[in-house]
């Protein structure tokens, strides 16, 4: 059992490191897991007509089991996200729906949502959450049958389900919605072919959904699951597939992961900061993508259980509507491998403050305080390692009008402007601080923060075979400094 980040922890004040019991009415570290799949994953028999859902199939666990693993792995909640399928509205509500509400009873200390993952209309899987609400399966089943691409099950499929106007309809439902769910794409670049060279998801595709639910399509997986997927079943790296070749990360077969987080991600000027820069509030999450367990004695599958080896970090009180708005608002850090259990990323100027998430508003060319915290727990992770922090990299880009071309990936003024090691920073405890200053220019900047176990530059694309305990990174979502 990892006891690396649990959500209890201490409160940290940005005057110095003020130790006290957090209150039931401040805002915590929470962790969780966006995209976890239970046996409700189903295969199917297509010989018969609508095809016949074949249980724990394609996914193995129950959903009690799942929350009984993130509670192991110090998950404070968790979203429930099986694949939809043909008909698989109708086995969602009728059956795996009662199973969640089974495992909120057994596992109450978990808050676990409710939620699928959408195969989203001319695009990859994307995680759905519904908010905790008293219709929340029936907020669920309007949309998965109404709208998942894979619902149908006649041949040839349905053309009305799939493509561009068929995404535009779903986003202009669920935006229409009185409780707003949240949208996030999974594994962005899996099916890219190389860098820049995309798949299944593109540039002005996530532009275009930010532009049609800006309030629910909040952002991408910046770390996809599936990271066990080199690991052999007693831990150790080097596992082949059936083809002798080694096992990737995220099996991120193409164009691989770096430092175990996806291109668009990773890249400094890249597509995510060329989304930043354009102001969007679009943010990043870590997830297990668990379907069956790397060392599983029945079945060896490419995973971690939730908040084994990737936890995503929600700044909120330990309720479904707070941790949503959270999710919402950009209160969040991803990190692998327990390398951190806080981080705080503060801007502020004129005696205002803003975090991740949050904007600052100031007058051009203003000098901002920049301070960044974080907590480097003195506990193994789940590996059995307590794994140490190199360094941390500020990141800085400028803010602009959107771009008129929305397959634009690149933000040639993102870039690392300070980088701290031990030499650099303030240590008490478990705690570390260090501080800089930015100024923000004629026009504003975005400021956000990664860090590593390693000596990395930059993160390198992760080579096959190699285990992942050995290259962790954290990444906060970021701060704006707006230009009044």
Known sequence: MSTRGGWLGVLIAFGGVAMCAPSPEVRT????????????????????????????????????RNAAMAREHGLNWMVTTDHGG?????????????????????????????????????MDHHTLIIPRVEDEAEILREIE?????????????????????????????????????????????????????????????????SDLAPRVYRGMEGAPGHQAATLQPDGTPGRRGRSGRLGVRGVYRASPTRGGFDQMTAIVGGLWDSLLGEGRRFWIVATSDSHVHYADPVQQ????????????????????????DGLREGRIFAVAGDLVSELDLSASAAGEQAGAGGALSVAAGTSVDVTIRFR?????????????????????????????DQRVDRNPTARVVERFGPGSWSRSGEVVTMTTRVSAGAHGVFLRVRGTSTTELEPAPDPPGESPWLDLWFYSNPVFIEVE
């Open 301 to 324: 599958g490419a995973d971690f259980w939730p908040g084994e080896y990737q936890k995503t970090y929600v700044k909120a009180l330990p309720t479904y509507d707070d941790v949503l």
């Open 86 to 122: 043909p008909n698989h509205s109708q086995l969602n509500f009728g059956q795996a729906y009662r199973e969640l509400q089974l495992s909120r009873r057994l596992i109450p200390e978990v808050l676990q949502f409710y939620g699928m993952e959408l195969n989203m209309p001319g």
């Open 376 to 404: 480097d727990p003195e506990a193994v992770n789940a590996a059995g390692e307590n794994p140490a922090v190199a360094r941390v990299d500020l990141i800085v880009g400028r803010l602009h009008a959107p771009l008129a």
């Open 145 to 209: 049958a109404g709208f998942d691409q894979n619902e149908g099950w006649e041949l040839p499929p349905d053309p009305t389900r799939r493509g561009a106007p068929a995404r535009r309809r779903l986003l202009q439902h669920v935006s229409g919605l009185s409780s707003l769910p949240l949208m996030f794409a999974n594994h962005p670049s899996r099916s890219a072919s190389g860098v820049g060279i995309y798949g299944l998801d593109s540039p002005e595709e996530l532009r275009q959904n």
């Open 29 to 64: 570290w929470l962790a969780g897991d966006s995209h976890i799949h239970s046996h409700w994953s189903p295969g199917y028999d297509r010989r018969q007509s609508p095809p016949v859902p074949l249980k724990g199939l394609d996914a193995i666990y129950s959903t009690p």
